[in-house]
């Protein structure tokens, strides 16, 4: 596929896969969730406007560095009349993320610290495990790995029973 002209004002799909580095069915899939728009031809072909290529690149780095696509649409949301996101949105956005980072990080690194005796189950199939949960006194809490969702007991420390 040639590059599109740097004037060009509308990239076709196959020409902002290659420019982006985002495969069709991902930009469709984008399309679907409001993430990026395009306009259809006569002929019903997309035409997407050149600034969708940072959208893109906004949409491709938030998500990398681990932002769900929804909260991805819904600062995309914010931006008046559909705009490209400037260094300014990136700014004030990823401040609002790091919270959301803050929380995932502090999970993996309690995956990471207590990985060789338990995933956090409740199961207590380990004889020494330092995430153990007494009377399935997580199970209260809902389903799942409750340790890594965040759940403590009372009087609990990161590492475990006090």
């Known amino acids: ?5 740097f004037d060009a004002a509308e990239l076709t799909v196959g020409q902002l896969a290659a420019r982006s580095g985002v495969a069709v069915t991902a930009l469709h899939f ?3 969730k409001g993430l990026i728009h395009s306009r259809r031809t006569a002929g019903n072909q997309r035409r997407y406007p050149r600034e969708t290529l940072r959208r893109v690149a906004f949409i491709r780095v938030a998500h990398r ?3 769900p ?4 649409a819904e600062a995309l949301a914010e931006l008046p009349e559909g705009r490209t996101p400037t260094r300014a949105d990136w700014s004030r956005l990823s401040a609002g993320w790091r919270a959301e980072l803050d929380v ?3 999970r993996l690194t309690r ?4 990985l060789s005796d338990c995933i956090g189950c409740g199961c207590l199939s380990v004889d020494r495990c330092v995430l153990s ?4 006194r997580l199970g209260d809490e809902g389903a ?9 007991l009372p009087g609990e420390s990161r590492h475990g029973p006090a």
């Open 1 to 5: 596929m040639l590059k599109p002209p």
């Open 30 to 32: 984008y399309e679907d």
């Open 65 to 67: 560095v681990g932002i």
């Open 69 to 72: 696509l929804r909260m991805v």
């Open 104 to 106: 995932r990080i502090d």
């Open 111 to 114: 995956l990471r610290d207590d």
């Open 133 to 136: 949960n007494p009377d399935d």
């Open 144 to 152: 799942g790995p409750r340790r890594l969702l965040g759940e403590r």
